[in-house]
């Protein structure tokens, strides 16, 4: 049974989403046999959770609800969410709570690296909550925290998954991008068109426009974005998007099936079957991104390790090709 509007944990009672307190609430649709998942709970995955919780780290695992927790943190793949675990969007998708986040925590840097040295990462996905509240959008702090990572884990590769900066001044962008991450990743989520009911934070040309300066700014660094499906759209808008996204030069796409977190969250129009899932990736294939993971679990930090060595690989292969 779905909680409608849970509470955040170790705290005292407070909604997660009180921007959703109002909202009507919508049956969560039972889910198929392909979208089942094994409860967490290997010897790995206690040890992943003891190092998060012994450096006071937050991960968005936990805070936005993924499926997938059970099997990333079994082999120590935890995605770190930096800048607090509370967000000022309220988006409608999202299980991260919504409200005034607290003031930064100079620390942070510092434990995240010596959270990934200690587990010995070859490869860290860094994502954080929206920080509309700071001049710069958290850019300063997305920043330092790659360097501390460098610094602490020299031969770790880093994935970022960042916030869309919207009306945040360009210069904030630039210092995240001159951090050098090896991929930026920026998620556009959705069709254009339900952007207003899904994303009403956010504006999908602004996003695009971050992808494109990533590029613009920093041609060999890898850029990478997603999106969720089951949401209403229709096959003919999931393609522009693609389309869009290869005009911005991102190199990798992700596109995986939309789980409604509570009653009040959007629901969710349809379960995509795996078959379309695979009809896009080969759409997308044809459309030139590098690397391609569509399907009902793929989540963005899923198998991010594996897919940077496809990255890789696939660079290499076009560029001896040309």
């Given at each position: 049974m779905a909680v409608v509007i849970d509470t955040v944990s170790g705290r005292a009672a407070r909604p997660r989403h009180p921007e959703k307190q109002n909202r009507p609430e919508t049956p969560i649709l039972r889910k198929p046999e392909w979208l089942r998942v094994r409860a967490p709970g290997s010897p790995g995955y206690n040890a992943t959770r003891d190092i998060v919780k012994g450096n006071g780290l937050v991960t968005v695992c936990e805070e936005a609800a993924c499926p997938n927790i059970g099997e990333c943190w079994s082999k120590s793949h935890a995605t770190m969410m930096i800048m607090g675990e509370i967000c000022t969007r309220a988006c409608a998708f999202c299980n991260v709570a919504t409200g005034k986040p607290n003031a930064l925590d100079p620390?942070?840097?510092?434990?995240?690296?010596?959270?990934?040295?200690?587990?010995?990462?070859?490869?860290?996905?860094?994502?954080?909550v929206d920080r509309d509240d700071l001049a710069d959008g958290g850019a300063a702090h997305f920043?330092?925290?790659?360097?501390?990572?460098?610094?602490?884990?020299?031969?770790?590769?880093?994935?970022?998954?960042?916030?869309?900066?919207?009306?945040?001044?360009?210069?904030?962008v630039h210092?995240?991008?001159?951090?050098?991450?090896?991929?930026?990743?920026h998620n556009?989520?959705?069709?254009?068109?339900?952007?207003?009911?899904?994303?009403?934070?956010?504006?999908?040309?602004?996003?695009?426009?971050?992808?494109?300066?990533?590029?613009?700014?920093?041609?060999?660094?890898?850029?990478?974005?997603?999106?969720?499906?089951?949401l209403g759209e229709a096959?003919?808008?999931?393609?522009?998007?693609?389309?869009?996204?290869?005009?911005?030069?991102v190199d990798f796409i992700t596109i995986g099936q939309y789980l409604q977190p509570t009653r009040r969250h959007a629901p969710i129009d349809r379960f995509v079957h795996p078959d379309e899932f695979r009809a896009y990736e080969e759409i997308a294939r044809a459309k030139g991104f590098l690397v391609v993971s569509a399907s009902p679990l793929t989540r963005s930090s899923h198998h991010a390790d594996e897919d940077f060595a496809r990255l890789q690989a696939a660079r290499r292969a076009r560029e001896a090709a040309a």
């Open positions: 620390t942070e840097p510092a434990r995240v690296a010596d959270a990934v040295a200690k587990m010995g990462l070859k490869h860290v996905v860094i994502t954080s920043a330092a925290v790659v360097r501390a990572i460098r610094a602490a884990s020299p031969g770790t590769t880093v994935e970022i998954l960042t916030p869309d900066f919207l009306r945040k001044p360009v210069e904030a210092a995240v991008i001159d951090a050098r991450p090896d991929v930026f990743n556009l989520e959705t069709v254009p068109r339900l952007y207003l009911p899904i994303r009403p934070g956010a504006r999908y040309y602004n996003s695009l426009r971050l992808l494109e300066r990533v590029k613009e700014r920093d041609p060999g660094q890898f850029t990478k974005s997603g999106i969720m499906v089951g096959k003919e808008e999931v393609m522009q998007v693609m389309d869009d996204m290869r005009s911005a030069g």
